[in-house]
């Protein structure tokens, strides 16, 4: 990891240190994907079943899984693992239940009654990838809030085979159907529905740049399918001061780094002295890793910045706006408040990326990318829309109709005007 | 407007009379539309400048407005519209006063903190159509949420000459920076900034095809900015039982239909008695009207469906999505909670669109084009968004970290276990 002393940086150097790769889309992937999105429109579950075996290499005869293949696979998961996974779902259950609101309900004046009310998504998607690992936990984020929100049909899909923990998640939560489909067909089958796979209304999910772009495809089309987010590589920054432990903050750059040769890492610390001191954490901890290659790759186009003191620190996380934000310093939750954009903040030395990827209770999927200035961490309100409602007495109506009718008039809408003095003259002859 | 009795039509042709006509986007216009974008990221003021007078035909030196420029357009503002205009503000700020969050704060297990906070979005643009009608109302709707979510840079764009009472809310609701500059160009501006003007981070605001062309281009682009959602044509459907007022429904159905020739409208009610009623005022109402012509091209589209029952008619408002529903039965509430997707929901006699247009203190963007079934109406928290927070004791992190180790592992992310490991033997030595 390379390191940069951010006080010597000029403004322009400050920016272009902490710029993101540029992500490279090769230009063919639209075309090929608007042809299998074509096709799975065109004949449904045979083009799913064709891209199966050209892409996953699995001969697969049904698309939707079985009652009787999902309880087979959850009888081959270690029991300790359920027990585990449990725990989490106990969690973020507990967690995304507390986001339930309340109606809102304001007399904005006398007579006039405001109300905000939520309502589910009707049928959403969720997509699991397979890759290099998979992925249960994610089943888990999207699955929850989905059950809580009350979304009337909740399906899953996910390369053939189906890891059966994936399968143990999605029965867990209640899904009420499994589609063993991946890639740019099985978003082009969630989004316009197939012989046996039903359309939803909305689509959640990580995947690879295919999924991406068919994701960003089908959500343009009006008769497509809603979109969570556009996801990018994952990103960490760690903010440390000289009381935090080198090989803590060290492994935590790992477990992002571990993600894919692409993930981005920083570090924010004070002295070169530390900085050192988790460079040669990093060597240690990275002999052990199994996917050390990748890590090692991600390591190398990750920087360490010398901060004067926590507030540049800051200046320097608001800047760069990451995904996850772990502060481990004396006091982490004075800095708090002066955090702009993080898709989700670690406080303290106990409290580890690992815990909210799995099980803490929050949500792991985040924007990245820079997204965090505007876009919200995935909630519960993402399976779910706000509509507002007005109801009027005819009290509460007259005493704002002169109003309503000046206001009509100067954007000359006299029809708009019209509705109202209809009601005014009538309320005026009673 | 088209009778059909919703009962006799086939399962098709239900869903054939619902379906909103396509919305055709001329091929160039991507085109055109990146051509002026790209000229206002390379010449900037200069290429804005340029565009004011080939497009709006206005010749303009400054693209920013001069607080002596707004002073003297407030001046020239009549005092009973000003009276007007503050009492929407009121009732606006109170309602979306209302939607602040407190921050969410659960202990989901012993010693486990999560935590939801929220953050304003930094910079936002809110831009303002010029066209037929000066639409002053939704800088209110737009720059009042804003300023309550704290956003810290407020700016507004519309095309000149911007109209006086646009300046007057931009005013009153304490907009740090207006713009006078429109269509594709304003919104290029906005996304990337030029020497006049401030780069946002998302920008809102309804506009023609130009402008929402530009909206999804550099929405699209990472180095643009986002934005609040893609706007269609405008929309209503009341729903009416032999209690309502035949004048009522049909000055609501105008006030609809006088937005453009493209305007959705469609009555439900119970008989062809009642729709006959409601056609007859319509063609009495119509004669009085300015807009006549764009309400009749509007009118000729939409169509009055018969229902069986009430639960009918929420049938077909479910099925359509109406960005507004206006019901006008004996008692309407009584049908809210079978409404699943809305836009806006009007209750009662006395609550016309008109009044949630201006002034009720509810928001008047709302998605349209069915994308009510997974969008919200425009609400405080399009101005900010959401991070979660997790902190961990010693204790609640040694409970969970057995579990979080095993889903680590079973996820092939040792680097994950790894950082929990080390944390956790050093807890077992302490």
Redesign the interface.
Known sequence: MQILNYENLSQIQKVEALKRPV?SVKEELGGVVEKIIDDVKKRGDEALIEQSLKFDKVEISNIKISQKELNEACERIDE??K???Q??Y???T??HQ??LKEV?K?E??KG?C?E??T?P??RVGLYIPAG??????TALMLAIPAKIAKCEKIVLASPAKIND?VLFCAKLCKVDEIYQMGGAGAIAALAYGTQSVLKV??IFGPGNAFVTEAK?QVS?D?MG??IDMQAGPSEVLVIADENA?A??VA??L??Q???GADSQVILVCLSEDFAKKVQKELEI?LK????KEI?SKSLNNSKIFIAKDLNDALEISNTYAPEHLIIQTQN??EL?SG?????????????????????????HVLPT?????????L?L?DFM??????????Q??KN?A???E???E???????????S??LR??ENE
């Open positions: 992500m300790n693992l027990r585990a996974i725990k989490a106990e969690n973020i507990k967690f507390a986001q809102l304001v904005t004046s006039i405001c905000l009310l309502r998504i009707e290099s690992a998979p992925l249960f936990s923990v209304d909305k960003r343009s009006i399918a809603s432990r090989d803590f492994s935590d790992l477990s780094a571990e993600h901890q052990s890793l199994p996917r890590a982490p939750r708090l955090v702009k954009h993080a898709g989700s903040v670690f406080l303290g030395a106990y409290s580890p990326e690992s815990m909210g990827d799995y099980a803490s209770g929050t949500n990318y820079g997204l965090t200035k505007t876009h919200s961490s909630s309100m829309k706000t509509m507002s409602v007005q109801e009027l007495s005819p509460g109506f704002l002169k109003s309503v000046l206001m009509a100067a954007e000359c809408l006299h029809a708009h005007k019209n509705a109202v209809l009601r009538t309320l």
